[in-house]
Each structure stands twice: as C-alpha cells, then as structure tokens.
C-alpha cells in the first residue's frame, strides 16, 4: 500500500489570527467527515478485523468531538 499524496491545508493559515468559535466549527466539520466515512468502512468492512479497527476509529473520533466541545465550553 502506498502512502497518500500529501494535501495542502485548505482555508487560513494556522498562523494566521482567527475567530476561535469559527476555528472549533471547522474542527467539529472535519471530525464528522472522518466520522461518516469510518461508519461507512465499518459497515462495509468484509472482516471482523476490519469491521473493529473501523469502530476504534468512529469511537476515537467521538471522543475527538466531545473533547473539542469542552475546550470550545471551557474556552468562552
């Protein structure tokens, strides 16, 4: 298997200065794209294997999300 191309960031800079509320929606965004394609691996997956490295991956991400809501909570 090779590795992915590597992919430019898309929108501002990390750098740059930015809303902080806006930079958690863009986190909470990216989170549910990875979200909704490990649910689908995890449905499709052919085997058991697949099927459990799939659902680490969805719950990781869950906890990814709640993280971030505490942070964005603690934050204001």
Same mark, same amino acid.
């Given at each position: 298997?090779?590795?992915a191309?590597?992919?430019?960031?898309v929108?501002k800079? @990390?750098?740059?200065?930015?809303?902080?509320?806006?930079?958690?929606?863009?986190?909470?965004?990216q989170?549910?794209?990875?979200?909704?394609?490990?649910?689908?691996?995890?449905?499709?997956?052919?085997?058991?294997?697949?099927?459990?490295?799939?659902?680490? @991956? @969805?719950?990781? @991400?869950?906890?990814?999300?709640?993280?971030?809501?505490?942070?964005?909570?603690?934050?204001?």
């Amino acid at each position: 298997m090779t590795a992915a191309p590597e992919r430019q960031a898309v929108g501002k800079p @990390v750098d740059e200065p930015s809303d902080l509320g806006l930079l958690f929606h863009r986190l909470n965004n990216q989170l549910g794209i990875i979200l909704a394609n490990a649910e689908l691996l995890e449905t499709k997956a052919a085997d058991d294997m697949g099927r459990a490295r799939a659902a680490q @991956v @969805v719950a990781s @991400v869950l906890d990814a999300m709640t993280t971030a809501r505490q942070i964005r909570l603690l934050s204001r």
